[in-house]
Each structure stands twice: as C-alpha cells, then as structure tokens.
C-alpha cells in the first residue's frame, strides 16, 4: 500500500513540473495563427513595395525587373 502511495504522488508531481505543457490542438491552432500572421505580413510588404515601385520611389532590383519587363533581357533584338 505505501508504493502505491508513492505513485500516485509521483504522478502528481511530474503534472507540476510541467505546468505549461500543451495540446497538439493547441500547437496546431497556435501555428496556423502564426503562419497567418506571417502571410500577411509578407503580403502587405509585397504590396507596398510594388506601390514604391510604381511611384517611382525606389527602383526595381534585377528579379523584379525580369519579371516585369523581360523584353529588356532579351539578346536576339540586339
């Protein structure tokens, strides 16, 4: 009877020990909350830097400019 005591205690006090642990459904509800946030984030800098770019405030690096206008890369009008 006295180890089975001592059981039930120890259960007990690896609960305490780990007051912050969570779900997977809380993970997952936790990430899909922070991949959302993260997607509008780049969403929104996206837009933003095509309205600079289209008010001429800053310049369009090489991959934006291919992308754009790729007849300024093409060797055969030469």
Do not use: C, Y
Not at 25 to 36: G, I, V
Not at 44 to 54: L, P, Q, S, T, Y
Not at 59 to 74: A, K
């Amino acid at each position: 009877m006295g180890a089975e005591a001592e059981t039930g205690q120890e259960k007990q006090g690896a609960e305490k020990a780990r007051p912050n642990s969570i779900t997977p459904a809380q993970f997952l509800s936790w990430k899909r909350q922070k991949d959302a946030d993260a997607s509008a984030r780049k969403a929104e800098a996206e837009r933003k830097r095509a309205e600079d770019i289209a008010s001429g405030a800053v310049q369009m690096n090489g991959r934006e400019l291919f992308l754009h206008e790729p007849w300024v890369f093409d060797d055969a009008r030469l």
